[in-house]
């Protein structure tokens, strides 16, 4: 894609009534939350981060050798080879994001998410060339959700992927699933054959994103690794026997709600699941005992220790916890998240704060809003602005009929006609009686009414009358926003990159990681 037929125009998130209020205030005035964050997320607060940031010299080399087993018979680019070798060293640092590991990676702002990573690690390389910036994908290979994962949107199709497996997401066996990638369209098969000759759905995925950004220099991690566990062994014990993760967050939870904002996750009294072949249960404390939810499993105290000990494997943190065992194994200063997921962060703090764990800077993910040459033409034939896709489809499609001189009824302007007309009544009437003045005011509204009515049904005519226009209206809104919601949120990548296979490396150049605004990329 040639950046001189691109447009790209910035709408504030507040603006676009699509994303929460709490997104909306931590990108325009993040010191609103200084008690539940450390750093603000820019230069400053990044320079801070790298100030205090110290890492272990032995996790360094565990995680090291982790990643070389990881990429083993994996073709990776010399920069991805280079980035794992730099981890050893001192002056290496991670950006992270996390996603679950969706098929051909699920909705848009996956690939956002890492975009983000790779151009925050390239801006800071810039500004500190004597230091290392690694961009980490996590990957959620330990989540049991697989209806989360199991299905992909593109071209207004939804592919919908059936096993009967249970247990971690990322063990599924990749063979069981075989026929139904066969199955897709020719023009997926490139990418299906990534899951058609891997093991496990955390191979695919791995192979399928070392396709996509590997040669930018992203390092994927699996963190369901018995040697990163065993690092986290000493926060898993505490989990154990102290079990104070609840009230810490949910004091931190109760303060984000005096503020007005929901708590978007709820801790457990034990934040941990136990993990086997198939299974991923909650560990539960009952009457002295710790039982394993849904099976027969119950240890006391000390069994549960030894096998800790034994199999760190075993035990996997739920969402509370998962945070703290990332930045626990890696040498990290900065996480990328969307608008959820930032929001649950700041309901973690404290954790970090009793662990004696740094506490990383929060930065948002790219958010971006794609619009085809095509739909651009369309949008310019309607003439609609950029700021009216993010009205209402009846008010958008009333723009479209006024702009196009389809309608000339403008109800504020009579409205506010009649409102002039009303006050001087009201104002003449109470001069004469004050009692007068109520039911002016009543029959002020009765014709507001009406003219809603008479609105409603001039709009309702007009409509009929330009049946093509506001069906291309209709028809251009589900493509920007299917199902009414963000395209980020509901289009796979491959909607794009199969007409323009240039798209990523086109959005790395463009994005800058601090520019807090939907970014609408519009293709002239």
């Not at 032995?58 to 990429?71: A, C, D, G, P, T």
């Not at 009544?425 to 005011?441: E, F, P, Q, R, T």
Request: proline share 4%; glycine share 4%.
């Amino acid at each position: 894609m040639d950046d001189q037929n691109l447009d790209i125009i910035q709408i504030p998130f507040a603006h676009t009534n699509k994303y929460s209020e709490l997104f909306c205030k931590y990108t325009t005035h993040p010191e609103t939350f200084y008690q539940f964050i450390k750093y603000k997320p820019d230069i400053q607060g990044l320079s801070s981060a790298i100030t205090d940031r110290k890492f272990d010299t032995n996790s360094r080399l565990i995680l090291h050798n982790v990643l070389k087993e990881q990429y083993q018979n994996i073709q990776v680019s010399n920069l991805v080879t280079q980035n794992i070798d730099l981890i050893t060293s001192q002056n290496t640092y991670t950006v992270t994001t996390g996603h679950q590991i969706c098929i051909f990676t699920g909705p848009l702002y996956f690939v956002y998410k890492i975009i983000t990573t790779i151009a925050l690690c390239t801006r800071l390389k810039e500004q500190y060339p004597d230091k290392n910036f690694v961009p980490i994908y996590w990957m959620a290979t330990e989540d049991h959700d697989w209806d989360e994962i199991n299905h992909f949107h593109i071209f207004g199709k939804t592919y919908t992927f059936t096993t009967g497996q249970k247990g971690a997401v990322g063990d599924i066996d990749m063979s069981l699933l075989k026929s139904q990638f066969q199955d897709l369209p020719q023009d997926l098969q490139p990418f299906a054959t990534h899951y058609i000759n891997a093991d496990t759905l955390a191979h695919a995925t791995r192979v399928l994103v070392n396709e996509l950004f590997g040669k930018y220099g992203l390092v994927i991690l699996d963190a369901n690794n018995n040697a990163l566990k065993n690092i986290f062994v000493p926060y898993i014990e505490k989990e154990i026997l102290e079990r104070n993760t609840e009230n810490e967050v949910n004091t931190q939870s109760q303060h984000l709600e005096n503020m007005g904002y929901k708590a978007q996750i709820h801790p457990r009294d034990i934040n941990l699941f136990y993990m086997q072949s198939g299974m991923r249960e909650r560990i539960m404390y009952a009457d002295g005992k710790y039982q394993v939810h849904n099976t027969q499993l119950s240890f006391d105290k000390h069994e549960l220790l030894a096998l800790l000990h034994n199999h760190p494997d075993y035990f996997s943190p739920n969402v509370v916890l998962r945070p703290l065992f990332q930045e626990v194994i890696l040498p990290n200063i900065a996480y990328i998240g969307g608008p959820g997921e930032l929001a649950y962060w700041l309901q973690l703090k404290s954790i970090f704060d009793s662990n004696n764990v740094p506490f990383p800077v929060l930065i948002p993910r790219l958010c971006a809003l794609y619009i085809s040459k095509n739909i651009h033409e369309k949008l310019s034939k309607l003439n609609l602005q950029i700021s009216d896709l993010f009205l209402p489809l009846h008010a958008i499609k009333e723009v479209v009929l006024i702009s196009t001189g389809a309608l000339q009824y403008q109800e504020d302007i009579y409205k506010s006609a009649v409102n002039e007309i009303f006050n001087d009544i009201h104002n003449i009437a109470v001069s004469i009686d004050k009692s007068l003045g109520g039911m002016i005011d009543a029959k002020k509204h009765e014709t507001h009414k009406a003219l809603d009515e008479i609105h409603k049904r001039i709009v309702k005519e007009a409509e009929k009358k330009h049946e093509t226009t506001q069906n291309q209206t209709t028809q251009i809104y589900h493509k920007l926003f299917p199902n009414g919601v963000l395209q980020e949120r509901h289009d796979n990548i491959l909607n794009i990159i199969l007409n323009k296979p240039d798209f990523i490396a086109t959005l790395l150049r463009l994005t800058n990681p601090f520019d807090y605004n939907l970014q609408i990329i519009s293709e002239k």
